[in-house]
């Protein structure tokens, strides 16, 4: 297999981030600037434009984390849609995540925890609807896999969500670059890291 295929695999069609803002009616997020690792917020607008800049990102990252554990991937794919997904993708930080989104977005943190389970179960939704028949747990982490270095794209560094999931790779700033080299870059590390079956890992 060429590469060009191996890219084909792992880029699927949807913009999930794009698609959940849109399907939820939340306002459109902005790009960080790579160099501040920050969004400009415009304080003339009301508060949605902070939740969903915060919060969909933050959750999709989250649920990527959650994917590339064989569990986590088959739970996706097959559990019940109405668990509670934020609690199972931050876990032990759930308290502390939920609470940097509704302090950046000046919500309440009931209303953020109720808000950032309505984003999981959409993000859910549409990966199921996306996954072809007899799709695997395999299917998932790579459609996750394809979907990340986007997601990373819209994460506010003021989050710390590297710091909260224990992986600094989700803050660096090369993830939030873009152009040619920078897309060939991100592939390329996608084509390296594609998350490996845990059984076949302990083979």
Not at 54 to 79: F, Q, W
Not at 88 to 94: I, N
């Amino acid at each position: 297999m060429d590469i060009s295929s191996i890219f084909n695999k792992f880029y699927m069609s949807i913009n999930l981030i794009e698609t959940i803002q849109v399907n939820l009616h939340y306002p459109p997020l902005q790009k960080i600037d790579p160099n501040t690792q920050e969004v400009v917020i415009d304080n003339t607008k009301p508060d949605e434009h902070r939740f969903s800049q915060a919060a969909i990102p933050a959750v999709l990252t989250g649920l990527y984390k959650y994917s590339t554990t064989d569990e986590g991937a088959e739970h996706i794919l097959r559990g019940d849609i109405s668990t509670n997904w934020v609690s199972l993708y931050f876990k032990d930080t759930t308290n502390e995540v939920v609470q940097k989104i509704a302090s950046y977005s000046f919500h309440s943190n009931e209303d953020t925890l109720t808000r950032m389970n309505e984003i999981a179960n959409e993000a859910i939704r549409l990966i199921r609807e996306n996954m072809k028949p007899g799709a695997t747990m395999m299917d998932v982490k790579d459609f996750m896999s394809a979907q990340t270095n986007t997601i990373l794209l819209f994460l506010p560094d003021a989050l710390h969500m590297g710091e909260l999931l224990n992986d600094n790779t989700l803050d660096d700033n090369t993830n939030k670059m873009e152009g040619p080299i920078s897309s060939l870059m991100h592939k390329i590390g996608s084509a390296f890291s594609n998350p490996a079956n845990e059984a076949e890992l302990h083979k």
